[in-house]
């Protein structure tokens, strides 16, 4: 029998609505609340796939880099999120949405939280979505050209996800460093 999978979210793979944009369902019953000891959010990965437009202090950036949440490894890091089980076909939509991270087994530095009569049960390996050297090359370079930001569609999602795990893990995921690139709105265009 093969063991099941669950994905440790950290960023927009912490909203329902996100993950099941991509799996094709709704993750919920199969979905935890948890933490993971060994690593930290960082706003450190750049996307592949994503360019925008968008103004900052009266400069127009055309084609810019997409910036997301990633993870940093780190002995004194932690970071709050959600597991959710998925299937083989399930997982390899997620490893397409996530084609510039590299999945990581963390199922022993992961801690379900027991909450709402929930008995913390997975079943399975647990892993993590960990942007890829390339992914943080690419941030860092469009960051030090001033050509980088994060969406502000998709740091409102992050934190209205985090909000509705309850007043601890919002301010759990506030703690994150803050971006070291703009908050704006872009107007995206997919490279493919």
Not at 6 to 29: D, K
Not at 41 to 48: Q, T
Not at 159 to 187: C, K, M, N, Q
Request: overall charge negative; glycine content about 10%.
């Amino acid at each position: 029998m093969t063991r099941a999978t669950w994905i440790f979210g950290y960023g927009s793979l912490a909203s329902p609505a996100s993950i099941a944009s991509t799996i094709g369902r709704e993750p919920r019953p199969a979905m935890r609340v948890a933490h993971v000891e060994g690593f930290g959010r960082r706003w450190n990965y750049g996307s592949k796939v994503l360019r925008g437009d968008w103004t900052h202090d009266g400069i127009d950036v055309v084609g810019g880099l997409v910036v997301s949440l990633g993870v940093q490894a780190g002995p004194d890091e932690s970071c709050n999120g959600v597991v959710f089980r998925v299937d083989a076909d399930e997982l390899a939509r997620l490893d397409w949405r996530e084609r510039d991270y590299a999945r990581v087994d963390v199922t022993e530095a992961v801690t379900i939280d027991e909450r709402d009569g929930d008995d913390g049960v997975v079943d399975g390996a647990i892993e993590i979505y960990v942007p890829r050297p390339s992914a943080i090359d690419r941030y860092e370079r469009a960051r030090d050209e001033r050509r980088a930001a994060v969406r502000s569609e998709y740091w409102q999602l992050v934190r209205e996800s985090f909000a509705a795990l309850g007043d601890s893990h919002a301010e759990w995921y506030d703690r994150t460093l803050a971006p070291d690139v703009p908050i704006v709105d872009v107007a995206l265009h997919p490279l493919g």
